[in-house]
């Protein structure tokens, strides 16, 4: 009883043509809408390369990432250092520490003069000065601290940080080196990565969002999957070309920019497919047993073309109609 359960379930996982050459001893050929195949190359991209800028002048300290290695986002890749920087702090601080000085003493001055004011000994004007030279002296304070926060928030943006989660692509510099702001230290690109196909104007119509290519199997890592789904089509065509991405699940083991050939599916016709059961080989050639109509068994050479998932298409020796038998 179970293995006929089994059996039943194995026939309702079948498709149709396999079905009929499973149950039935004859086949009536008819033809079945065909897609016909193009292999193209693709390359292993990502889909965002982010450049890492140093943001101010100086030179670098650090370099802590080289070619190949995974960063996080926000990950310190390397330290850009500026000496004036800190020449221009040290003599922040003692301009501050003077600024001090001068409102303790305008303080004490202020505090004196409106002491002596109630009992006529110091006049309103003396109190207004004295306040006033308290009120610079405190302002002036003020304005040097932000400065100085302004200088230690430069030292702090002399840290270049990952722009994003991904793969060390390239390091143009090297410790030492004197660096402006808006150059590159690090090329990081994003570990979402794509198979980025180069489709021919004339395929480009046919191709669509959604559509699935296959890898060539030779190519496939063991990582990879062997088909993919593509994403995106690119609105433009460069040089005879259209670009598309392909997303294949398990391709971060390639290398970036390594080429990959894959299969698209370009154009549908309608042909002529029978399921392989019923195409005999013998002394190399292929051959169905073809039942006319008044009942004969004919041996009829056939050319076999694509496999189809209906079977191997059917170039020549048969047409719609014919019934063919199970050698």
């Known amino acids: 009883m179970k293995r006929f359960a089994l059996y039943l379930l194995l026939l309702a996982l079948l498709p149709a043509s396999a079905l009929a050459q499973v149950l039935a001893p004859e086949y009536t050929v008819r033809e079945w809408s065909i897609h016909d195949q193009k292999a193209v190359f693709a390359t292993v991209e990502s889909r965002n390369v982010v450049p890492a800028r140093v943001r101010i002048n100086g030179t670098i300290a650090t370099l802590s990432v080289r070619e190949g290695d995974e960063v996080k986002q926000g990950q310190v890749l390397g330290v850009v250092a500026d000496r004036k920087i800190a020449l221009q702090i040290g003599g922040l601080d003692s301009r501050i520490a003077a600024t001090d000085a001068q409102i303790t003493q305008s303080r004490t001055e202020l505090g004196r003069v409106k002491a002596l004011v109630p009992s006529g000994s110091a006049s309103q004007s003396s109190l207004d000065k004295a306040q006033s030279a308290y009120d610079v002296a405190f302002n002036s304070r003020k304005a040097l601290v932000a400065e100085r926060e302004v200088l230690s928030r430069q030292i702090a943006e002399g840290r270049v940080l990952a722009p994003v989660t991904g793969r060390v692509l390239s390091v143009p510099v090297t410790a030492g080196t004197v660096v402006m702001p808006g150059e590159a230290l690090a090329t990081v690109a994003e570990g979402d990565f794509v198979l980025r196909l180069e489709i021919p104007e004339r395929h480009a119509r046919y191709v669509h969002k959604g559509d699935t290519v296959t890898l060539d199997a030779p190519e ?56 392989a059961g019923y195409v005999a080989h013998r002394f190399g050639m292929d051959f169905v047993r073809v039942k006319t109509p008044s009942g004969e068994m004919i041996e009829a050479p056939v050319r076999l073309g694509q496999t189809t998932p209906e079977g191997p298409e059917i170039l020549s020796g048969l047409k719609a109609g014919d019934v063919v038998v199970r050698p």
């Open 220 to 275: 496939v890592s063991a990582a990879a999957a062997p088909t993919g789904t593509i994403v995106k089509v690119y609105p433009e065509i460069n040089d005879g070309r259209v670009r598309a991405d392909a997303s294949v699940k398990g391709i971060g083991d390639y290398f970036v920019g390594e080429r990959v050939r894959v299969w698209i599916a370009v154009d549908s016709r309608r042909a002529i497919a029978v399921p």
